[in-house]
């Protein structure tokens, strides 16, 4: 055999030994990890399920977007409530960044529940319940409202059907004995109309929480509610049960997720002032890197 084809043949060896000993990137570390940096998450999609909120998509765009940073693929999916905790028991969406627990939400926590991951805490002073505004005299409980509704055209105004508030509000109706027609429209349908009617400073009684910029904008008491319907709420991040396998870096992000409502506050108000969700989010990523940092786990 000529000197030439030995040379040969130990040049192939010689490549196949050391390519065998290439690291691959689909391979897991001992902590479960996948090994190759951000390549390695390149064809895991993480979805998010997007309620109508305002308070859903400040949390929402500051995550998706340190997800993408990180290497995953980021959908999301625009769907009322029920929608969305259906698809995260169904394991069609990944992340759910505003749950109110433990009352709001209590329906469909009952329903699929079982199938959902209680992830973290996002913040924990989510205040809600029926508002109006500060001048109308008199009206500081539920139960001040009985015996007025027709100050109030006899009518509270609220979101879609469906939606936890909705179901509580109607509830209420009929528990504080109150004849009150419940008007189910948008978020943006029900601020629309009470702005309205307060610009005339009339009574106008409609749902409210926080974070919202209508406590911004407009001068609210949110009323009593002596027979506990509406409580102040934990805002929580769900997902769904395969994502802590299927992405392991993402779901440890998402369970050290946490926010000010404030923060918040002040985004919701800059979207609303023109700002895109994404500009809002990169601001608040480059204004709080060393808590993102804690939450990436760096």
């Not at 506990?228 to 395969?242: A, D, L």
Request: with cysteine; aromatic share 8%; net charge negative.
């Amino acid at each position: 055999m000529s000197k030439l084809i030995k040379s040969c043949i130990l040049l192939v060896l010689i490549i196949g030994v050391l390519s065998g000993c290439q690291p691959k990137t689909n391979e897991k570390t001992e902590n479960g990890d996948q090994t190759g940096g951000v390549n390695a998450n390149k064809d895991v999609t993480i979805t998010f399920g997007v309620t109508p909120w305002t308070s859903t998509a400040p949390p929402t765009e500051i995550a998706i977007k340190i997800l993408e940073d990180m290497g995953y693929n980021v959908e999301a999916i625009n769907a009322d409530a029920g929608g969305v905790y259906a698809g995260l028991s169904k394991g069609d969406i990944d992340v759910f960044m505003d749950a109110w627990l433990p009352d709001m939400h209590k329906n469909y926590i009952e329903k699929f529940g079982k199938n959902i991951d209680d992830t973290s805490v996002s913040y924990p002073d989510g205040e809600l319940g029926w508002v109006v505004p500060t001048y109308v005299e008199g009206i500081n409980s539920i139960e001040d409202i009985k015996g007025r509704e027709d100050e109030f055209g006899s009518k509270v105004y609220g979101i879609e059907e469906g939606a936890g508030m909705t179901m509580t509000s109607k509830e209420m109706i009929d528990a504080y004995g109150l004849d009150l027609q419940y008007v189910a429209s948008s978020e943006a349908g029900m601020l629309a109309q009470s702005s309205k009617l307060i610009k005339d400073e009339k009574p106008v009684v409609f749902l409210g929480w926080r974070p919202h910029p209508m406590f911004v904008n407009y001068d609210l008491k949110v009323l009593k509610d002596p027979k506990g319907y509406f409580k102040t709420s934990e805002v929580h991040v769900m997902t769904n049960k395969e994502l802590k396998d299927k992405a392991p870096e993402a779901y440890t992000f998402l369970s050290k997720w946490n926010i000010d409502i404030e923060d918040v506050e002040k985004m919701i108000v800059e979207i609303d002032g023109g700002k895109s969700a994404e500009d809002v989010a990169e601001e608040w990523i480059s204004q709080n890197q060393d808590k993102v940092n804690e939450m990436m786990g760096k």
